[in-house]
């Protein structure tokens, strides 16, 4: 074995993908190309990046749309309760009009640790948030090139993340819904099809490989649930799909056991979330829109709206994102096409021309899936019914229509450099900037057609609003009238008892513990306006007592005897969630001792090449003294 096939057999870096990726990006002596240095290609990225997220950067607030105030105050409300020492709050005591709610064991949470860690460096609300705007968006263009570049040329992969940069899915996750975790999701999305497809087939566990996918997947779940259960059903076809490419039975045993460990890393919210759902009132609030007004929100929906009815489900104006996403969607096209008829040159520059089979397919399949095409796979799989919008499925045509344009862009750049006369791929190079140039000019006119939030309105809303998810209203009283009961039609005191001789002196009042003194010369019972969800638990004078939940409102109240006690309540974790914490701790432990594996075993091989180079350079120095 000489160095080279050594050096090859240790970094393990065989871009094997396709024939065209393994060609030089460099150009010829005296020839200028567009984007083939490097540093040309990165400069290019950041412009586009800042032209992308410019309006959030530079303005001094953000655009406001139907549910700016609720993430807001929800990324205010996570910082005050970790703060509190609730470093995962699973209950936010301010929702709910003040009888709280248990927002963030059912909401992915990755989005807002993320403002936490931005406020703590910025040490200001405004920057932070626009901070989490902007980092998700160059977050995903990092993993995209990751992803792309894995499968094609530099100079192709740049060009197809301008369009991802600029894409309607990136749009109207950033400006239009005004919560980023959806983009969170597409860079992890990135990351864990990143992970799959560097599967080295000639080991029995690619621990690169699992290391990868596991931690993207975790960030898939732990970035927005929604986009990990639509990706975990779109995983069974690209499962298949890959088989053909990798053909061996190790690729499945890797598959499986990188989702699993991505699922057991995030299991400390995936599992209470799955699982306590029926604590809530989610599937009954979600499922009472119609699946049919659902799928009412894609291309051809643009023609038959009056054009001054505003809001589409109140999500997104949708005269100009539909404008955007048939943009979009007609570049695709045209470089599908492009694919299709020239499939014969595909298979002969392309090493595995069948990953531009799989990544049209998959392509299709998203977007059927946002059709009525697709309405029965809805109404038979329940789940589906509860992540609300088929739009989800954006994320996907956004990652998969992205790598048909890398493709369709490589076989243009042979077809030029080889001087191929074929005159259709001019027509679709030339239609690509045009269509790219619209794109960003329909993205640019949605950015400014939302009223831009200021500072004081921004901060006012945010640290005061009182939102009631009524998805997330406890149902453990067994009300059928839920509804009935309105929380910010009541004004009860946070603490009231039945005995009209109480004292109370208050110890402690958090997000998640309540402490106070009470005393009264009679028995009584304490009603807290605190809605019951498995974990609060009620002590006096350090000793559990039952708790009641009031039929009506679903409160806590509990028996107090006559005297003096001091009463603590407290919100801990069920059994469930220390089995959940345990499961995720111990899958990071797996994952920490895996990847100091991979780090240990690259630093040995290494070590033994560059001891076999000494050998073999001191045996050829021998060698000339001897002649």
Not at 218 to 223: K, R, Y
Not at 545 to 574: C, L, S, W
Request: include cysteine; hydrophobic fraction near 45%.
């Amino acid at each position: 074995m000489n160095k080279v096939e050594k050096i090859m057999e240790v970094t393990e870096e065989k871009k094997e993908d396709n024939h065209i990726q393994n060609q030089p990006d460099l150009p010829k002596q005296n020839e200028y190309y567009f984007l083939h240095s490097r540093s040309e290609r990165f400069i290019f990225l950041i412009l586009c990046l800042v032209l992308a997220v410019g309006p959030i950067l530079f303005l001094k607030s953000i655009p406001s749309h139907a549910d700016w105030h609720i993430h807001m105050e929800r990324a205010y409300n996570f910082k005050r309760c970790f703060w509190q020492g609730q470093y995962y709050p699973r209950w936010i005591d301010a929702q709910g009009d003040g009888y709280g709610l248990p927002v963030f064991n059912f909401y992915a949470p990755l989005i807002y640790y993320l403002y936490v860690v931005f406020d703590l460096i910025f040490r200001n609300a405004i920057l932070s948030i626009k901070w989490v705007f902007i980092a998700p968006v160059i977050l995903t263009t990092i993993c995209g090139y990751l992803y792309l570049r894995r499968h094609g040329s530099a100079v192709a992969t740049t060009i197809a993340l301008i369009f991802v940069i600029f894409s309607p899915a990136l749009h109207i996750y950033t400006y239009n819904t005004n919560w980023p975790n959806s983009v969170l999701a597409i860079a992890f999305v990135y990351l864990t099809l990143y992970g799959l497809d560097t599967f080295n087939k000639n080991k029995n566990i690619d621990v690169k490989s699992l290391l990868i996918t596991s931690f993207g997947y975790a960030g898939i779940v732990l970035s927005h649930i929604a986009t990990a259960f639509c990706f975990t059903l779109l995983s069974v076809p690209y499962f298949f799909l890959s088989v053909f490419v990798h053909k061996t039975r190790n690729f499945l045993k890797n598959f499986i056991l990188s989702l699993g460990l991505g699922a057991a890393l995030s299991g400390f919210y995936l599992i209470p979330a799955s699982l306590e759902k029926k604590f809530v009132h989610a599937d009954e609030v979600i499922k009472q829109g119609p699946l049919w007004d659902y799928l009412k929100n894609f291309l051809y929906t643009f023609l038959d709206r009056d054009k001054n009815e505003g809001y589409a489900w109140s999500m997104f104006d949708h005269r100009y994102y539909e404008t955007s996403n048939a943009v979009f969607g007609i570049a695709i096209l045209l470089c599908m096409l492009f694919l299709i008829f020239n499939m014969e040159k595909v298979k002969i520059y392309f090493k595995e021309s069948f990953r531009i089979n799989s990544a049209i397919t998959m392509f299709v399949i998203s977007f059927l899936m946002m059709t009525p095409a697709s309405f029965f796979i809805w109404i038979m799989i329940k789940p589906l019914h509860t992540i609300q919008f088929p739009w989800r499925f954006t994320t996907f045509t956004l990652i998969f229509g992205s790598l048909v344009m890398m493709f369709a862009f490589d076989l243009m750049k042979t077809f030029i450099s080889e001087k191929i006369k074929f005159s259709g791929y001019k027509f679709i190079f030339l239609s690509m900037i045009s269509l790219l140039s619209l794109l960003i000019y329909l993205d640019y006119t949605n950015m400014f057609h939302w009223k831009w939030v200021n500072e004081e309105s921004l901060l006012k809303s945010a640290t005061s609003v009182l939102w009631s998810n009524q998805e997330y209203r406890p149902s453990l009283n067994n009300d059928p009238n839920w509804k009935s009961f309105e929380p910010r039609q009541d004004f009860s005191t946070a603490i009231n008892s039945s005995s009209s001789n109480l004292n109370i002196k208050l110890l402690r009042w958090t997000s998640y513990e309540r402490m106070f003194e009470v005393f009264s010369p009679i028995s009584h019972k304490i009603r807290l306006r605190t809605f019951y969800f498995p974990g609060w638990n009620v002590y006096v004078d350090k000793s559990p007592v039952n708790i009641d939940i009031e039929t009506r409102t679903g409160a806590i109240y509990f028996e107090v005897p006559a005297g003096q006690h001091e009463i603590k309540v407290v919100f801990e974790q069920t059994q469930l969630r220390k089995t959940a914490t345990y499961v995720s701790f111990g899958a990071l432990i797996v994952f920490i001792y895996l990847l100091m594996e991979l780090v240990g075993s690259k630093k040995k091989n290494m070590k033994i090449v560059v001891k076999d180079e000494n050998k073999e350079n001191t045996s050829e120095a021998v060698s000339e003294v001897t002649v």
